[in-house]
């Protein structure tokens, strides 16, 4: 019954095949004709394919669904045979859409062969784009599918194909809008695709079941109460899937796990649910910041966190202050779309709190129309708010790249790292407003590692000879000290008592800097990285007494650990895949946390007992 | 169970029309029904609810003692449906309609469907919307008659069909009718050839059954009277149940039903020179019921 | 070859019925002859098969007719008496008609009478006459 309910759907619709045959036709016709060089024609040719002509041939093929029924008075025919209602609209539903995907599928064919013709095509962002991505393929799909359902589903309501058409493109771009708009309210820092997707299919499942029951319940003779039935059932089923939606727009995320820190014995990540910490003491993660944005770097000195949050469609950047427990949240400042005030039309930079985390210093830029360039400006205010201070920056440096590094306690200056070429960093003296050079010739990558002692701030630098330099300066007297040299330093990392660093040499060599005796020593060599940067992570355990390491052996993953002698004490085996390199990891005295990027998750493995855990997915 | 088919209290209305209302009915295993009603007083409505096309107001029907809710599908395959007009999709050919309905039907006989084409002179391969209204009858006949129905309901399906194919459609649906026994429910306006074939009368009027009789009976009942008066004629007849009356001249011409030895005595008293009794047809039956 | 008027007072199944036994006693029938299915009786006169199914059993009933199993009806082969009492009803049935009649003219039974004797006369003139009008 139901192959030959299927073919006869497809003998039916055969004629409608024309439509989409002569597009595609003239498709061809102007793809070939085209000089190859005009890539951004074509892409947007192919863009016109996939986004506009194929939903609408979607739509016609949804609107024409139950067309011949009508046509011909076969209702009355098809309701008295015995075959159950839902089952002769769901034949059809299945039939057309198949009908749909091979059009999609035949042109996807077409511009694969038409894309490959072209000379020099392949290296082109068309290319890659269109046919590598198959990113538009998806949303030709999603808009074709939506398209055909909702056409499809009001298609037995009315015989005039051509109001369907009209109402199918209404309703679908009405709804599409609204659900966008609403989408954005309910999450207002960036858009999840995936979310959005789902509140889509949602829609357009809401269609369906509407039209199923109407169909199964309604009387057909009576052709407006057929309609009213329908919009009944369509509202019933579009509240709920608003509500999933709602549901689904606030609970999932990329969960991207970044900015991990250690602090003071604890763990502070955050994802797209907000600002987490794990403390080892009850071995929990905890939850101290809801939905914050992600990816900025926080503050954390002295019991407090500092933090960003992002306003309604990234028009305004918040700086927050709140307790390591999450406690006593406090906005400090507003900065962006905020008229009358002095952060108007600005953005933030970089930000950092002072080592008694007292005041919390940060720098804007705005656009400067005077000078065409961008002028910015570092700000100072206390925890509790009062207290701003502003100053002008005039280096004459690309405002965007700068960054706080460092704020010590002693002598009201703040170190300040430029980004761009050549990079240095500047003491910046927050009385005077002077600035002096403290370190140039920095080398990649550009990290400046600071122990928990604030003191000093270890950095690569450039050596005469393509060389890599491990420097520590030190704060307060300024004075610089070359700890090591070689090919390449390719990670460093400070003890938790601050007064030893690992480091990574050569792309092999594990070597232990001892800043109280002023010793290197040697521990191991490890394997080579394969490719470069999927580097070994390590971190000191343990009260600074042993370094564990994460390596791979034959594809299996491997924490390593590296004891009093710094000989290879202890081996235990990551339970996760990874494939992105090595897993990095971060070393709280007997516990080690290990993430797994590719999932988001984080674990966390007892030195002691040697018992796993995820603690985060 | 001798019922094949039962309707209790059925009612319908479309808007604030009204078209069945307390409609009940009962259909015999094995008899022929005809059901009669003038155009647009229901009978298409009744018949699109037995055959589950539209839902029912008020009311149950059952189908071999079990109540048929209205989107069950079971007993479609019992029964064959032609119905006015037979709507067919017109771009497909005989042979893939036929296809298409041995799928539904689990008793499909197909030797059947090839004997009737042939004897139609259909050609398989032809597309139905090349077919005459003659043809469409047939094939609509072939299509009911082929998947071997208990009950054949069939809805005025021979308007607008000349008389020697109703002649012919008539017949087949009498050979269907010996071999196997199937129930027939005909309805329609057309009454002439039904006369010879229906077992069982029902007048559809107002939204009910005015009669629902055996036929025979009913014809038993139903007379016309014709009297001449030598003077005057009589002004009113004390007779209950006069269906129509003509006056002609001195003659008069009486339809009554039903007919009793009490009223053919009490219009002897009214002493007519002249008196006559003649069978009424099917037609002029029914016209005088629903006027 | 038999006949029936579908709004005539007498019942279908009834005039069927007449008709045979009609034939019948006509000899038009002739014993162990085998009479028409009840499907191809229906068929051509177009009327319900249980109506031809009714007038068979029934004649069956009477004497009539016989069923031989799986092959259908056949004429049976009646007495002579019966056929003689068949004529006699059809013929019996013809006088009630006319007499019917003539009671609408309100003829007195003398001159029914003569009008009878002059009717047979004339036919029996016609009859000598050969096939002359």
Known sequence: MFGKLFLKEWKEKISLFIFPFIGMLIFVVVFLSYPSQKFEVMEYLTGVMLLIFLPLTALLLGASGFQSEFKDGAWAYLFSRPIKKWKIWTIKYFSQITILLSILMILRLIIFILAGLKEGMKTSNFYIDTIGNTYMFYICLLLSFCAFTISFSISFLYEKQFIILLVSILIGSGLAFVSYKYFVFLEPFYLYEPGLVGFYIFIALSFVAASILTFIKSDFSQMGKRIWLFSKFLLFFLVISFSLGTILALNIGHEYISSLHKYEGNVYFDTDKGIFRYVPEVDKVERIAKSVSIGQPRSIRAGKVAFIKYGRRFENEELWIMNTDGSQKNCLVRIGNVKDSPFYDSWLDTYILSQDAKKIAFITSKYDKQINDWRSTLWWINSDGTGLKGKILDFPYNAFKLQLIAWPEFGNSLFILLRNYPQKILKFNLESGTHQLVAENLALPLKIQIPPTQNLIAFLQRGKVRQEILSVLDLRTLEKKEVYEADSIDRFVWSNNGDKMAFLAGGNELIVYNLLEDSIKKIEELNYAEPRWYVHDFEFVLNDKKIVVSDEINGEFYLKIFGEGFSEEKQLKIPFHHKDGKPYIWGLNNIVLVQNSEKDELWRVNLDTEEWRKIYH | ?291 | MIKIEATSFVPIYEQIKKEIKRSISLGIFKAHEPLPSIRDLASELIINPNTVARAYRELEMEGFIYTKKGKGCYVSDISSSLIKKERMEILNNVFDEAIKETKNFNLELNEIKKLFEHRLKIAKKGDSKGERK
């Open chain 2, 1 to 291: 169970m001798s019922e094949i088919l039962r309707i209790n209290n059925l009612s319908k209305s479309f808007g604030r029309k009204k078209v069945l209302e307390n409609f009940n009915m009962a259909l015999e295993k094995g008899k022929v029904y005809g059901l009669l009603g003038k155009n647009g007083e229901g009978k298409t409505t009744l018949i699109q609810m037995i055959m589950g096309i539209i839902p029912s107001d008020k009311g149950e029907i059952f189908y071999k003692d079990e109540k048929i809710k209205f989107n069950d599908t079971s007993y479609k395959k019992e029964v064959g449906y032609i119905p006015e007009d037979s709507f067919f999709f017109s771009w497909m050919k005989i042979k893939e309609l036929l296809d298409l309905n041995s799928s539904f039907y689990p008793k499909w006989n197909s030797k059947k469907a090839d004997e009737y084409l042939e004897r139609f002179s259909l050609d398989k391969k032809m597309r139905i919307r090349h077919l005459s209204r003659g043809m469409k009858l047939k094939l609509g006949l072939i299509v009911a008659l082929a998947s071997e129905p208990e009950l054949l309901v069939l809805d005025d399906p021979t308007s607008g069909i000349d008389v020697p194919t109703r002649q012919d459609f008539l017949k087949d649906i009498i050979r269907e009718l010996c071999e196997a026994g199937t129930t027939i429910l005909f309805s329609t306006h057309l009454v002439h050839e039904l006369e010879r074939i229906i077992e069982h009368l029902s007048i559809l009027h107002g939204g009910y059954l005015i009669i629902d009789e055996d036929y025979q009976m009913v014809r038993n009942l139903a007379k016309k009277v014709r009297m001449t008066f030598e003077n005057s004629t009589p002004k009113k007849f004390d007779v209950e149940g006069i269906l129509r009356e003509k006056k002609e001249g001195n003659r008069i011409e009486l339809v009554i039903y039903p007919w009793d030895e009490g009223k053919k005595k009490k219009l002897e008293e009214l002493s007519p020179a002249h008196w006559e009794m003649e069978p009424l047809t099917l037609e002029e039956l029914f016209v005088c019921f629903v006027s």
